[in-house]
Each structure stands twice: as C-alpha cells, then as structure tokens.
T-cell receptor, first 114, second 111 residues
Framework: AQSVTQPDIHITVSEGASLELRCNYSYGATPYLFWYVQSPGQGLQLLLKYFSGDTLVQGIKGFEAEFKRSQSSFNLRKPSVHWSDAAEYFCAVGLTGGGNKLTFGTGTQLKVEL | DGGITQSPKYLFRKEGQNVTLSCEQNLNHDAMYWYRQDPGQGLRLIYYSQIVNDFQKGDIAEGYSVSREKKESFPLTVTSAQKNPTAFYLC??????????FGDGTRLSIL
C-alpha cells in the first residue's frame, strides 16, 4: 500500500523568508501527487498537482513543488512567505488507475512570525 | 457556484445516539468520500463511493455507515458503536483522477 510521510509536524518561518515543506511517498509506480492547504476549521484547498511531465509544478498563491523520482519526494516551496500563509499543509498521493482515492500525510503546521 | 455543502457545521451526540452528517455536491462528480480528521493524524478515509448505489469501506469504517441513493448526496451516520466519535469530518468529491474537492467540514462532539 502507498504511504505518505511529512516529517515536519511544525515549522516556523519569518515573514518574507523562504519556505520548504517536505513530503516523501512510498509507491512502486509514479503516483499522482497533490498539496492541499487547510485553514483552521475549514476544508482543504488544492494548491497544486503533479500527474506527469514537467517535474516542477506551479500552483496558486505563489507555491511550487518539485517531483523527484529518485528521492520519492514532492517538496512544496515558496520563495517569500506571507503572514496569511499560516495554515496546515497536507501532501497526498493517488494511485495511477485507481480513480482519485487519496492517501494523505499527517500534515505540517506552518506558523509565520511577523 | 459549484461546490460541496456539509451540514451541520457543529453537531453534538449523546451517549447511545446515532447522528447523521449531510454532504451534498453539485459538481456532477461520480465519486464521493468521507474522511475523519484528528489532530496530528491527517485525514483518514472512512467510506467512499465511486458510483450511485455502491460504496466501499475505507481504513476506519467501523462504527460508521453510509448510503449513496443519489449522485449528489452521500450522508454519513455515526453510530453508537463508534466509541470515540469526537473529530472533524470532511466530505469530498472527485471525478476520474482529478483532484478531490472538499467541503468545509462538520465538527462532532460528545455531550
């Protein structure tokens, strides 16, 4: 079965600093990969997705992620964090040919210091 | 606007009581999902349905039941057999291998 690991439970960055959130997956083939963001008490909003092709994908709100097959990673990055980026971030993996059933990581809580 | 509506936003359950969480979508998606979210555990799949009148258990189905009589509706019942129901419940829908869309969740607590 596939699995997703987000090794950082909490991350604190200063506003204006760069950000990288880590995500590693375990799956035999190339999965579909997603990053979602959740504000407190809200549902999840899609930031970006990777299906195939260019391994650097751009998303909303200035986020990007890079798929590295050799490292089984799909890390999320932002060059300059804004205070409104404080939220919880989830990495998810879907099976090729498996419809869109997803497996989620445990999430990374981002705090932004002003 | 197309989207997913979950109701109620907050729900309280008494001991021995069954409660039902509503999820409605107008995105014309074939698949619908129920997740449970607990702090530090991410999202865990309870049940999912790929088509009307059919559904499958997810990873933590015990103590829950669902129905899928209409394409747009996928209610979740938390039964009295679920001994630890306090959590945030999220409903999602999807089509093919496109990203899932999520509702705003229902927070269930025990009285």
């Amino acid at each position: 079965a596939q699995s997703v690991t987000q090794p950082d439970i909490h991350i604190t960055v200063s506003e204006g600093a760069s950000l990288e959130l880590r995500c590693n997956y375990s799956y035999g083939a190339t999965p579909y990969l997603f990053w979602y963001v959740q504000s407190p008490g809200q549902g999840l909003q899609l930031l970006l997705k990777y299906f195939s092709g260019d391994t650097l994908v751009q998303g909303i709100k200035g986020f990007e992620a890079e798929f590295k097959r050799s490292q089984s990673s799909f890390n999320l990055r932002k060059p300059s964090v804004h205070w409104s980026d404080a939220a919880e971030y989830f990495c998810a993996v879907g099976l090729t040919g498996g419809g869109n059933k997803l497996t989620f990581g445990t999430g990374t809580q981002l705090k932004v210091e002003l | 606007d197309g989207g997913i509506t979950q109701s109620p936003k907050y729900l309280f359950r008494k001991e021995g009581q069954n409660v039902t969480l509503s999820c409605e979508q107008n995105l014309n998606h074939d698949a619908m999902y129920w997740y449970r979210q607990d702090p530090g555990q991410g999202l865990r799949l309870i049940y999912y349905s790929q088509i009307v009148n059919d559904f499958q258990k997810g990873d933590i189905a015990e103590g829950y039941s669902v129905s899928r009589e209409k394409k747009e509706s996928f209610p979740l019942t938390v039964t009295s057999a679920q001994k630890n129901p306090t959590a945030f419940y999220l409903c999602a829908s999807g089509q093919g291998e496109q990203p899932q869309h999520f509702g705003d969740g229902t927070r269930l607590s025990i009285l």
